[in-house]
Structure formats: C-alpha cells, structure tokens
C-alpha cells in the first residue's frame, strides 16, 4: 500500500525520514517548505485511534504556525474552545476534599507567539498528514516499514516492505532520520546505544466511554485532565484525560505485575481514584512498562535520530510530544542548511549538542523529580493523621506547581553555534524573559509599524535591527552575502514591546531561538565570524 507520489525515483530523495507519527510528520513538513525533498515511510496506513499527547504547548504552536498548519489543528480539537484545557491534581480521589490547578501553562502565554491546545495526538496526526499532501517535495510511503539500513560517508540506503503485503523496495538518500518510537529499527541498526532508568512499573492504558464520569465532574468546570495522588502508589499516578467532552476518556495508572486485560477489575480500578461508582464502556486496555530511555548520542554520521526513538519517558506533564516536536524544529533547518551549502557539518553535531541535554534535564528535573516529590509528601503528610499539617503542605504543594510552570525553559546555553555563552549545550530549567538572550527562544513583539516581529520572521536567520549602528547592520548583510547564508532583516524601532529585547541588534536563527545579540559584545567581534559560528563553519 502506498501513498503520494509513491512511484517518483527513491534514489534522489534528500533525507528519507522512518516513522510518520507527529514527529516524522512535522519534520518531513519543516523540511519540504525549505525545498528539501524528503520521503516519508510509515508502518499505518491511517493514524491509530489511541488518544496519547494530548497537550500542546505554546511552543509546539508556535511550529504549527510556522509549518502553516495552526488554524487546521485548532480546528481539530475535540473539546469546545469555551470550555477550557485546564489540569488537576486531587488527592485520595478526584470527589474528595482536597485539589488545585495544575500544569497552568497560561502562566506563560506572553513569552509566546501562540496560545497552547489539546487534541488527541491522531487528530494532530491527521492535520499533519494533510499539510505534508501539499508540499511537492514531500513523498509519502503509509503502510511500509524499515528492516534494514546501511550507511556510508556517502549517504544511506534502507530496505523497505509493505507491512500487509509483499512489495520490497531500497531507498536512498543523503541523510536519514529515524523517527519510529521507542522499539527503534533505525536506531538500534545504526549501533545506537540507550541508558535505561526502569522503575520497574507496569502501567495500563486504559480507554473508556462514560457520560456519568462527565457529569460527576462538572464541578471542576474548564478542566480536562486529573492526575490523582493516592499513598499506595508511592508517587506514581492515576490520570485520566478528556478525549472529547462529554463521553470519552483515557486513563493510565500503574498495575500489579502479571495484570491481564481478563484478571483485572479495571472498573472498580477507575471508580477507587474518582471516588465513586459510574457506567463504563471500555474501548481498548494495553499495557506499558513505565521507564526513561535517552540514546547515547542522536547522530551516527548520515544517521540521526528523534522523538522517542532517542528519548522517552512516562507520559507525565505532557512532555512528550513537544520535546519531539522540538527536535524536528532543531534537526529540520539544519539538515536543510548542509544540503543548500550554508551549513556545516558542526551545525549538524549541534542538533545532539542541543537536544540530548534538554531531554536529560526534562526526565530529571521534572518527570521523575515529580515522583520523587509525590512519594516523599505522601509519606510525610496524611490528612487523617495530622489534617493541620496535611492542609499546610497541601497549600505549600499548589503555590510550588506554578514555579513548575515558570522555571520548564529549555535553552541551548553553551551550544557550540550561540554566540557568547557558557553551558552544558542544553537544559530544560531556565526562566522566562523578554529579554533577548543568546542560547534562548525569542519571545513575540509588537512592532510600533504594526504586526508581531514573528509575523517578520525569515526561513533562514533574521537579524533585528532596532535602532543600531547602520554600518554594522550592512556589514551582516554582506557577511551573510558572502557566505551564501539567508538572512532577513527587520528595521525596527527600540521602543515599546521590543525595547524589551534589552539589544540593539539581535540574531535569530530559522528555529526562533537567538544566536547572538549585542547585548554583551563588547568586542563588537566581526559580522561574519558570528554568522560562521551560527551556522557551524568554525
């Protein structure tokens, strides 16, 4: 079974991507609007129906503008603009006394170009396989697999079959990323190795219909997912997450070993964390084995990896989904730039560099820091044996999940392509700010002119020029003539919202993240070697 475009030559495909998910997707997407001519081979012919990644930062949104595909997924969701995508944690049960709003990521809306969303990852899926049949230059293989990969200094090749079929075929191309999940073909032929940290649970996936869980829960207006803390679990949660509103729900949570789908009381299972007893109508119950995998490295010569096969974790926070999407947005216009010759072959290390920390510092300090934090609270505190105490750390525990929110920045500080800056490479634990910072995603500005700096934006490199010297503004343009790299450049004025840039000139790289600004050049280095550094030809 095949798809677009499925009979053109393989041979001249730029960059073969393994794995059409949302990752494979938004990469093929980030590379085909740059002209790049990709191939796309996916095991499912159509998304499958399980409603996993669910949450869309802002971030993510700000991808999806860009991949010119924001209004088709708003206009996807399933549950009501009006109603809300709020969260909530409850402990005991979701009916029992005590709860707060959780994971409130409208804290930092003003930092970004785009509001967030929710929609179940097929729905998103299905977008993105529509805005990929618009680009000439992206082929599209559904229903076909990977089995083997072989890789030279001179590019790739990969043997590929039909999964419901016996049609074979070899495809090659220039560079090859491996976007197919945790069980990695690519990956694992490309002598990729991974560091496992298991904790040892086995976790259910469970899908569900029920109109009474939704109108027991009404008293939690605008909310769409619960996480339930409860002392037997010692950290770990109960989650359920809206689907669509009014009936269908997921939930996941852990499961004694050797839990079958037939050995199991799933429904008393639900009714224990929501408190009381409602009608269900199962859909689908699977099964996971709870854990954090990150590969070794995400690069081996032509072959990169991302998404969950370099990295995966519980689906705790909604992390998943986005930090794949954000390392389609860091490999895309790198790939790009080798391929156009703006490029070098440091710009291409750096997508390891950059990427592999942030998801180290993500599994860290903030998904299995948050178990840790569960299981130590309940330990310490119990409602039925000091209330006073319980109640006071309960409100310490409400006030802390905003800073939660506040302090998840990832950053590329100590990259070896940003300017002027010290660091591991990466870290998910910044600060939001206005200012422009080397190493850090530009935060939105209206212009005094009208529209958002965003709306201003190159595919290449941007260079703002706010009120700065002419002369050295000309010499980026020449620099960058020069060295036969995209840039653009908006003139705009230092006041209002982009007086909050704290610079008079600012570079920004094709990803939204700053390369350099003048802030701290105090050596006012030279145009083109800062251009040569952000495009990794040092």
């Known amino acids: 079974m095949t798809d677009k475009k499925a009979g053109i030559d393989s041979a001249q495909t730029q960059v073969l991507i393994v794995g059409g998910g949302p990752v494979g997707m938004g990469l093929a997407i980030d590379l085909g609007q740059r002209?790049?001519?990709?191939?796309?081979?996916?095991?499912?012919?159509?998304?499958?129906?399980?409603?996993?990644?669910?949450?869309?930062?802002?971030?993510?949104?700000?991808?999806?503008?860009?991949?010119?595909?924001?209004?088709?997924?708003?206009?996807?969701?399933?549950i009501p603009p009006e109603y809300g995508?709020?969260?909530?944690?409850?402990?005991?049960?979701?009916?029992?006394?005590?709860?707060?709003?959780?994971?409130?990521?409208?804290?930092?809306?003003?930092?970004?170009?785009?509001?967030?969303?929710r929609l179940p990852q097929y729905a998103t899926e299905a977008v993105l396989r529509r805005r990929a049949a618009e680009l000439p230059s992206v082929q599209t293989l559904y229903g076909w697999k990977a089995d083997t990969v072989t890789s030279s200094a001179d590019g790739v090749e990969v043997q590929i079959s039909e999964r419901e079929g016996s049609g074979r075929r070899t495809l090659r191309a220039d560079y090859l990323v491996g976007c197919d999940g945790s069980r990695s073909t690519v990956r694992e032929q490309a002598g990729i190795t991974q560091t496992?940290?298991?904790?040892?649970?086995?976790?259910?996936?469970?899908?569900?219909?029920?109109?009474?869980?939704?109108?027991?829960?009404?008293?939690?207006?605008?909310?769409?997912?619960?996480?339930?803390?409860?002392?037997?679990?010692?950290?770990?949660?109960?989650?359920?997450g809206r689907v669509?509103?009014?009936?269908?729900?997921?939930?996941?949570?852990?499961?004694?070993?050797?839990?079958?789908?037939?050995?199991?009381?799933?429904?008393?299972?639900?009714?224990?964390?929501?408190?009381?007893?409602?009608?269900?109508?199962?859909?689908?119950?699977?099964?996971?084995?709870?854990?954090?995998?990150?590969?070794?490295r995400y690069r081996a010569?032509?072959?990169?990896?991302?998404?969950?096969?370099?990295?995966?974790?519980?689906?705790?926070?909604?992390?998943?989904?986005?930090?794949?999407?954000?390392?389609?947005?860091?490999?895309?216009?790198?790939?790009?730039?080798?391929?156009?010759?703006?490029g070098g072959d440091a710009l291409l290390d750096s997508y390891d560099r950059e990427r592999r920390p942030v998801f180290a510092s993500t599994a860290s300090d903030f998904i299995a820091r948050s178990i840790e934090v569960d299981r130590a609270f309940l330990h310490a505190h119990d409602p039925a044996r000091d209330r006073a105490a319980f109640e006071k750390a309960w409100r310490a525990r409400s006030e802390g999940a905003v800073g939660e929110v506040q302090s998840f920045e990832p950053h590329y500080e100590g990259s070896p392509v940003v300017a002027g800056t010290q660091g591991p490479g990466g870290s998910a634990v910044g600060r939001h700010s206005f200012d422009a910072r080397p190493g850090h995603h530009l935060a939105p500005a209206a212009l005094t002119s009208?529209?958002?700096?965003?709306?201003?934006?190159?595919?290449?490199?941007?260079?703002?020029?706010?009120?700065?010297?002419?002369?050295?503004?000309?010499?980026?343009?020449?620099?960058?003539?020069?060295?036969?790299?995209?840039?653009?450049?908006?003139?705009?004025?230092?006041?209002?919202?982009?007086?909050?840039?704290?610079?008079?000139?600012?570079?920004?790289?094709?990803?939204?993240?700053?390369?350099?600004?003048?802030?701290?050049?105090?050596?006012?280095?030279?145009?083109?070697?800062?251009?040569?550094?952000?495009?990794?030809?040092?």
């Open 35 to 78: 002209g790049i001519r990709c191939t796309v081979v996916e095991r499912y012919a159509t998304p499958q129906p399980i409603p996993k990644g669910q949450n869309l930062t802002q971030r993510t949104m700000e991808h999806f503008h860009f991949w010119g595909a924001e209004p088709a997924l708003r206009a996807a969701r399933t």
């Open 85 to 117: 995508i709020g969260g909530l944690t409850a402990h005991g049960t979701l009916l029992g006394d005590y709860h707060y709003d959780w994971l409130q990521r409208d804290l930092v809306r003003p930092y970004y170009f785009q509001s967030n969303e």
């Open 196 to 240: 496992l940290s298991d904790h040892d649970r086995l976790m259910a996936l469970v899908v569900f219909r029920s109109r009474q869980l939704h109108e027991l829960l009404a008293r939690y207006p605008g909310k769409s997912y619960y996480n339930v803390l409860q002392p037997e679990l010692n950290g770990y949660w109960k989650f359920f």
């Open 244 to 296: 669509d509103l009014g009936e269908t729900w997921f939930f996941h949570a852990p499961v004694p070993p050797g839990t079958t789908r037939d050995n199991f009381d799933f429904a008393r299972y639900l009714h224990e964390a929501v408190g009381a007893e409602f009608d269900v109508a199962f859909e689908h119950i699977g099964f996971w084995d709870l854990r954090f995998a990150i590969a070794d």
């Open 301 to 342: 010569g032509r072959v990169f990896i991302a998404g969950d096969a370099a990295h995966s974790h519980p689906p705790y926070g909604g992390y998943g989904v986005n930090t794949g999407f954000e390392d389609a947005r860091n490999l895309g216009w790198k790939l790009a730039a080798a391929l156009q010759g703006w």
């Open 450 to 538: 009208g529209g958002n700096v965003y709306d201003r934006l190159g595919p290449g490199f941007t260079l703002l020029a706010m009120g700065a010297d002419p002369d050295r503004v000309a010499r980026f343009v020449e620099a960058a003539r020069s060295l036969s790299l995209p840039l653009t450049v908006i003139e705009a004025s230092r006041e209002g919202e982009c007086a909050r840039y704290a610079a008079g000139l600012v570079l920004v790289r094709p990803d939204q993240f700053v390369a350099w600004t003048d802030a701290n050049d105090v050596d006012a280095v030279p145009p083109a070697q800062i251009l040569r550094v952000a495009s990794g030809r040092v």
